[in-house]
Every structure is written in structure tokens, then in C-alpha cells.
């Protein structure tokens, strides 16, 4: 008989120093057969369940909740995950658990929910559990304790989410076929590094992977060794990087390798962004093709709100030529769309920013907001699969400026965010993109140069500058 695999999704990074809360209403949830309608996209469900199909599983899917990274999630979307979760679980009729899961989840009462939910589905049923999760996560011994096999992402910008999904499928189906089942040991160095020193392609997440992927071809036993760059901005006890190998046998040996070689490759972690006056000389120097000007400490993908206006007023005040931005502000959308041409930009979602900008602006053109993603493996469609949802947009020109105000805080992740509103990116000198890393696949291709800027906001790379209580800093 098909082995019966219940499927269920779980995916939010927490941002625990942002205000407010993220409730119900800010999570897309997709109950029972509506999740078999991601089969084939290229978000980490739409992987699992192409390798069901390649398996012969049947699929009981449960639920799937999704939200953007934002602040602290609200007790109300975890209990009812649960109670969602919960029911199916206990019926017993499946032979495996299979979750889609971020692994940098905080509520309100919990700081470390995927682990507590892992160890409320083990009090339920003992068959084996695999899944796979974000390679931000911060893994904690819960995770390692009540789950069976893991595997997180390889790749920052996340452009193999799908593909971490359907190795983790495999895993199962080895599991299954072979009668094996292998356990999880965690290491935690107690290294804590922001994004912009997590990149998968410099160093020190290259020489972990690196040494990682040669692990596991030289030891059958090591079903996936998992390098975890942790998410800097949730204040728990298992922020930061961690180590985790899903193994038949003891990997103490292995898994102190890679927490010295962390430590010997530390100080390339801990990035720290130059201010705009230090970056403003090389970018008033001539150069050919597109300057991206990077401002990490708004990353979207990091939770910030995308309505910063740090490198908005520096675009304005040094009258950079050929310019664009996009800024999240639905009531400036609205305004437009009503006719008005004063309008008070950005400044609304954190209270590190100095405000609103007041400008008088040119509407060039409104739009839906909606698009296909043209990159189907790049990092925002591990989240959001083929398409992508910005809302009611304009585009306005202020002092020779292109701003795009869209109404969902899109991270600046795919091309087609611009192509769909009629800028074409290769064409500008310079685009400002609220992101720290997970842009760079999207605008490699077409930028002659990149810096990164430090302006106010709640995603800085100075770490020292927030009021951890619960992480074990270093």
C-alpha cells in the first residue's frame, strides 16, 4: 500500500524587537485539498508534494499558515495552527509527518513555537517526522529532540528552497523504504551574525557549507548536515547560528569541525554597514550600467516595514540622477488614487525612522499591483511561489526621482516587481532596494556596482544596538 504522509506548513520569521502584533488576518492559510493546489510551484510545499506524486504517497494534507517576516505573532495563530494540526494528527491514519516549516517562529507566550509544536505532535504519535525549514531559523534542542530529520536551506539568497524540500522528501521515502530512521543533534556555537553576513556565497557561511556537503558525501551515515545562520533579530535563548546533523550515528566529531571553523571565520560574520556620507564619493564617480544602493537596516525580508525613508531623503537631498526606490505606503496609494498630489511618504512603520516626507509628486501611472515572479527559484518565491501581490500601486516622479509606493511590503526579490509597472531596472543608474542579501539574484545580473547603507531602522547589521534579554550573545 502508498504510505499515507501528512503534510502541513508552518512559516514566519519574527522580528520580537518590531512593534505591534502579526494576528490571523496577516497569514495566508490554506485548508485540507487547497493545499494540493501549490503542487509544482516553486514554494517548499509545492516541492513535497511533486516528490509525493514521484513517490506514490498519499497525501492527507492538514493546514498551511504563511506570513511575510514581521513582528511578534499574536497566541491566537498558534493555537489555531495547533487545533487545526491537532485534529488529523490524532487519527493516527499516516505512516509519516512531513512539515513546511520556517523555524524562527515567536508568539506571545512562546519563543520557540516550532519547537513546542514538534514536541506536542510527538506526545500524539511516535511515526517518523521530516520536513524541511529556512536556513535563518534558530534551531533549538526541541526541534533536534522531537523531530527526526530536518534539512534546511543551502542557499542564501534561498534560491533552492523547493529543491532542500524535495532532498527532505527524499529522506522520508529512504526512511520508509529502508526501515532506517535517523535522529538529529544540534550544536550550538553561540555565534550570532546579521543577515548581511550570512550570504552563502562569501565567507563564513561558503567554508561551512562547503565543509558540510563534503560531510556527507564521505559518511553514509550522514543523512544531511545542516548549517544554520540564525536570525538575528528574535530575542530567544537559541538566536544564532547553529549546526545540525541528521545522522544514524554519533556526529559529535563532525559537528565540532564546523562550530571551530565558525569560530576561526567569526569576524567575517559581523558586518557592519557604512553611512551614506562615507558611500556618497564612490557613488558620485562615473561609472557604466546600475548602482544598487542596499539599506539592510529596512530588509523586508527581514521584517522591517519597507516604508523607511533613510536613502529616500539622501536620493532627494544629493539629487541623484536616473533614480528609483520603491516604498510601501498604502494611504499615500490611496491619495493618489483620490487625486491628490501632496502627499506625506514613508516614515509610518517604525519608530526608528524620522517620519513621513512631505513631496509634491507627478502620478505617472496605477496599477493592481499583482505579478509573476520571472525568477521561479529565486528567494521570494520560496515564499510566495509563482506570483506575488503588492497591491494598489503607483508610480510617482518627485525631483527626477522614480518612486514606486506599493501597498504590500514586497521584498525586492524578483525583477518583475519593476518590469510589471513599466521601469525596466537595467535602464536606471541607480536603484535603492530594501533587502540585505536575497536581492543579490535578482540584481547580479544587471548591476556594475553595489554598496551597502546604514540608515535608521530596525534591521541595522550593528547588533550591539539591540535589547537582546533572552539571546546568548557573543
Not at 519608530?351 to 521570494?380: A, I, Y
Request: aromatic residues 6%; glycine residues 8%.
Amino acid at each position: 500500500m502508498s504510505p499515507r504522509i501528512l503534510v502541513a506548513g508552518l512559516f514566519h520569521e519574527t522580528h520580537t524587537f518590531l512593534d505591534g502584533l502579526t494576528g490571523l488576518r496577516d497569514f495566508q492559510i490554506r485548508r485540507g485539498n487547497e493545499m494540493l493546489s501549490c503542487c509544482g510551484d516553486s514554494s517548499p510545499l509545492g516541492g513535497v508534494l511533486a516528490a509525493a506524486e514521484e513517490f506514490g504517497w498519499q497525501v492527507v494534507p492538514a493546514v498551511d499558515y504563511r506570513a511575510q517576516p514581521s513582528a511578534m505573532v499574536a497566541d491566537e495563530v498558534v493555537d489555531s495552527f495547533w487545533q487545526e494540526l491537532r485534529v488529523p494528527a490524532e487519527t493516527g491514519a499516516y505512516e509519516a509527518i512531513y512539515l513546511v516549516l520556517h523555524g524562527a517562529m515567536v508568539s506571545q507566550s512562546l519563543l520557540d513555537v516550532e519547537g513546542v509544536l514538534l514536541e506536542r505532535l510527538r506526545g500524539i504519535t511516535s511515526v517518523p517526522v521530516f520536513g524541511v525549514f529556512d536556513l535563518h531559523a534558530n534551531f533549538s534542542p526541541r526541534m533536534a529532540q522531537h523531530a527526526d530529520c530536518l534539512v534546511g536551506y543551502r542557499e542564501n539568497p534561498h534560491t533552492d528552497a523547493r529543491e532542500a524540500a524535495v532532498l527532505a522528501a527524499r529522506l522520508l521515502q529512504r526512511c520508509l523504504s529502508a526501515g532506517q530512521r535517523p535522529r538529529m543533534q544540534l550544536c550550538q556555537p553561540g555565534l550570532i551574525w546579521p543577515p548581511t553576513g550570512t550570504g552563502t556565497a562569501t565567507d563564513p557561511m561558503l567554508t561551512l557549507e562547503r565543509l558540510a556537503r563534503e560531510m556527507e558525501a564521505s559518511n553514509e551515515s550522514l543523512w544531511a548536515m545542516n548549517i544554520v545562520a540564525g536570525f538575528a533579530f528574535a530575542d530567544t535563548p537559541d538566536t544564532g547560528v547553529s549546526f545540525v546533523a541528521c545522522t544514524m550515528r554519533d556526529a559529535a566529531t563532525q559537528l565540532a569541525e564546523l562550530s571551530e571553523t565558525a569560530f576561526k571565520l567569526h569576524s567575517k560574520g559581523c558586518v557592519v554597514d557604512p553611512p551614506f556620507d562615507a558611500v556618497l564619493p564612490m557613488l558620485q564617480e562615473q561609472s557604466q550600467g546600475l548602482t544598487v544602493l542596499v539599506e539592510p537596516s529596512d530588509n523586508i525580508g527581514g521584517g522591517a516595514p519597507g516604508d523607511g525613508t533613510g536613502l529616500l531623503r539622501e536620493l532627494i537631498r544629493h539629487r541623484v540622477a536616473n533614480a528609483a526606490i520603491c516604498i510601501c505606503d498604502p494611504e499615500a496609494v490611496r491619495e493618489l488614487e483620490a487625486g491628490k498630489r501632496d502627499i506625506q511618504l514613508g516614515g509610518k512603520g517604525s519608530r526608528l525612522d524620522p517620519g513621513p516626507v512631505s513631496m509634491q509628486v507627478e502620478l505617472v501611472s496605477l496599477h493592481d499591483g499583482r505579478f509573476e515572479l520571472e525568477d521561479k527559484n529565486s528567494h521570494l518565491a520560496s515564499m510566495s511561489g509563482d506570483h506575488f501581490d503588492m497591491g494598489r500601486c503607483a508610480v510617482v516622479k518627485h525631483a527626477g526621482l522614480t518612486i514606486l509606493i506599493s501597498s504590500i511590503k514586497t521584498p525586492p526579490f524578483d525583477l518583475g516587481q519593476w518590469r510589471s509597472v513599466g521601469i525596466a531596472p537595467e535602464k536606471l543608474s541607480v536603484i535603492a532596494v530594501k533587502a540585505a542579501v536575497a536581492h543579490r539574484r535578482a540584481y547580479d545580473p544587471i548591476a556594475a556596482r553595489m554598496f551597502w547603507v546604514d540608515t535608521p531602522g530596525p534591521c541595522s547589521s550593528n547588533l550591539a544596538s539591540f535589547p537582546y534579554q533572552h539571546a546568548r550573545l557573543s
